[in-house]
């Protein structure tokens, strides 16, 4: 049969064009990659090459014809044996292919989107009475957590600068190199952005690393790697391959370091769909969402802080103690007003509550711990209860933490509001280095006994 | 095409130990009749999935961006005719010709770049963003050099786990200009990782000539600064590549760690089907399609060996016209991913 040669589409936007020049005539012999014509678009004049082979049977577009609709028949090809007499007329309103473009469903509107699946998070496991609690830092829980997964699944290795043999920039490698020696415990390069794609490739062929960052302001060389690489593969693969690995480190501000180590990057990777994010107050959430972090067959960034490393907390000694990835923990139950905060974030809510109970509020906190998949439920339920909500992070103010809780409770418990959501961040500049202006750049412990009092009507 | 003067590695220079082995890039496999057959056979399916692919671009069932490996097949060919099962594979964009060289299905790749559900990623990739486990092929990446290091962590797997197994990560000339293609260099070198690392020298970076792009444009030097070892090969001579990974993947195999294979090649189409391609001349085009092309040269050898008829060869394109037709009518039938997919395949 003969075949149709068609107006071809140049660029993913181009709907008709010119056909400036044919390059071969009609009874011309042509075979795959003869370039036969000139188009023009808006943009360019670029070639046609014949697909198919055979004899130019007719041109049946003019050369220098403007206008020409995309998927038109421009010329047929005569395969062996037929003559330019079997072509008949071709049928001038209906091209041979409908483009791919009609094809796609009506929009949006028309064709039902399925709801985003809701996911099944179990809550914390229950503490046996009588379990020891023991006193812990959040650097040591961290350790401990390691080990553990690393005693647990030969898979499990830890990279990163300084992890090993000096034991952890923050010490919080320590011990891991004499335990699992170098082949799991491995020193990298100052690489940033090349031992994160290697530790992704690593977690791609189904090992599960564990990378470090000395801290994640220095992540930011290699974030294409993590969002990229690590958060899209499993989508683009169509669910063949993702990337088990967990990417930790101090983040957000530690004292006296300037704009350049001082940032939190709470929000920037919680916007990102196929990530999970985590962000730790106490040793025992640290320890407990690191060991489900690393178990996740998905990619996790962990932002740990560095101020928060050195404090206790009582963590309790049981065999395998690991916590739901996507459950928000109530850190205090209150009636009044409900105050929403995660990592260090926490430090200035407890302090202010501390003050606020004299006065004779009663404050529920919650502690997200985690950041993506955010336990809003958890957050909804206390608003509906109280009426009364602040926010408080130590990140910038725009498109913050915080601004996300105050839209979805604005779009989810707006009848249950007594006051507009007010939302404590730190304040919107580069972190100075003076010890003074450092202290007004973060939030502060009065800034949210002020912000509580104001939706209290007090 | 004529490789430039075939170089010999730089580390090789400097390096005290006499005995370490040269690596000129200049040996030519022994193709006997069957693998100069295969060779014909797996170079004329990319080159004819390509063009058909360019064809459904044209219709309008492709969107998006889609960068044709015509004129590039001798280099995925001939590396993969020296692969052992296990080895992994991972390359950047102009990834259709790597993927059908593994072994994937013609229908499941033209399927995703229709975007359609039986495609590789069920639709969900597109021609940029294709994977297949099964095959140890491991994307399809859109971003310029990531894919380098993480060839360089499938190759650190193959460490830790101290299997045999070598990774084999493809760029092109104008990702060897990002810089995490060193931070990755110095690492494999470091930890001895088994990876080939092949740059596809095409001569532009999109509309960039190397000349235009690089301090300097012998790239199988590129590794000389880590001690990797490099060479230029004739990239249009799939034999000159069979040779080359052999002797690379031997390298790797050994525990001597990466190697760089500079692959001199070519591409006849523009960088994308949207690029006109006015940074080169159409005689330079030309000269390379009449005087090197892979294709032909292997086809005039079976020829002048008396290893195969026109006709016989003529069975073999009908075979692989047959094998892309389908291909095409497949990714043009098959319906558009439900929309239930919208939200799978984001977590695990």
Redesign the interface.
Known sequence: MPIEILMPALSPTMEEGTLSKWLKNEGDKVTSGDVIAEIETDKATMEVEAVDEGVIGKLLIAAGTEGVKVNAVIAILLQDGESASDVAAPKAAAPAAEPAKSETPAPAAAAPVAAQPKADIPSDPDIPAGTEMVSTTVREALRDAMAEEMRRDPDVFVMGEEVAEYQGAYKITQGLLQEFGPRRVVDTPITEHGFAGVGVGAAMAGLKPIVEFMTFNFAMQAIDQIINSAAKTLYMSGGQMGAPIVFRGPNGAAARVGAQHSQDYATWYSQIPGLKVVMPYTAADAKGLLKAAIRDPNPVVFLENEILYGQSFDVPKMDDFVLPIGKARIHRKGEDVTIVSFGIGMTYAIKAIAELEKEGIDVELIDLRTLRPMDLPTVIESVKKTGRLVTVEEGYPQNSIGTEIATRVMQQAFDYLDAPVLTIAGKDVPMPYAANLEKLALPNVGEVVQAVKTVCYK | MAPRKSASVSSRKTAAKPAKKEFTGSNIAEFDRDQDMKAYREMLLI??FE??A??L?????????CHLY?GQEAVVVGMQMAQKEGD?V?TAYRDHGHMLATGMEARGVMAEL?GRRN???????GSM?????EKHF??????VG?Q???????????A?RGNDSVSVAYFGDGAANQ??VY??F??AA?WKLPIVYIIENNRYAMGTSTARATAQSNYSLRGSGFGIPGMQVDGMDVRAVKAAADEALEHCRSGKGPIILEMLTYR???HS??D?A?YRSKDEVQKM?SEHDPIEQVKARLIEKGWATEDDLKAVDKDVRDIVADSADFA?SDP?PD??E???????
């Open positions: 080159r004819r063009e058909k360019g064809q671009y044209g219709m309008g069932f492709i969107g998006g961006f015509i992994q991972i229709t495609g590789y990623s069920h639709g969900k990739g963003h294709m994977f297949s486990k491991y994307g399809g990446h859109g971003i990531a380098v290091s993480l060839g360089t962590g499938l190759a650190f797997a193959n830790y810089g995490q931070e990755s110095n690492m470091l006849y189409r523009g089907m949207s006109p006015k399609r043009q558009e929309v239930s919208l939200y799978t395949d984001i977590l695990l």
